[in-house]
């Protein structure tokens, strides 16, 4: 099946691609988020202010943080490579990813 050019192998992994894509722009969303959570806690610790409270929410931010840096590593492993942006990946051999 061809669609402007295209085998129907070649818009299957293109749609993959983008759906990986959006995965992984949400999650960094997501930790951005809780970097911007995280600032007044963080601003109480380097101010020598920090109360119990702050510390648990700092703890309870890089808990949340971990998860998803850990699912953002799974769409990594699962055949995509970061560098200045993100892109698909195939395997030598010998098992090394090359880009495409």
Same mark, same amino acid.
């Given at each position: 099946?061809?669609? #402007?050019?295209?085998?129907?192998?070649?818009? =299957?992994?293109?749609?993959?691609? =983008?759906?990986?894509?959006?995965?992984?722009?949400? !999650? #960094?969303? @997501?930790?951005?988020? #809780? =970097?911007?959570?995280?600032? +007044?806690? #963080? +601003? %109480?610790?380097? %101010?020598?202010?920090?109360?119990?409270?702050? *510390?648990?929410?700092?703890?309870? !931010?890089?808990?949340?943080?971990?998860?998803?840096? /850990? +699912?953002? /590593?799974?769409? !990594? @492993?699962?055949?995509?490579?970061?560098?200045?942006?993100?892109?698909?990946? +195939? *395997?030598? @051999?010998?098992?090394?990813? !090359?880009? @495409?």
């Amino acid at each position: 099946m061809m669609l #402007l050019g295209k085998t129907k192998q070649d818009v =299957d992994a293109k749609n993959k691609q =983008d759906k990986a894509d959006a995965v992984r722009a949400a !999650i #960094l969303a @997501e930790l951005d988020a #809780l =970097d911007h959570r995280s600032a +007044r806690a #963080l +601003r %109480a610790v380097v %101010a020598g202010t920090a109360t119990e409270e702050d *510390k648990a929410t700092l703890a309870a !931010i890089e808990a949340e943080a971990v998860s998803k840096r /850990a +699912r953002l /590593a799974g769409t !990594i @492993e699962s055949g995509y490579v970061s560098g200045r942006g993100w892109y698909a990946t +195939r *395997k030598t @051999e010998t098992g090394k990813a !090359i880009p @495409e």
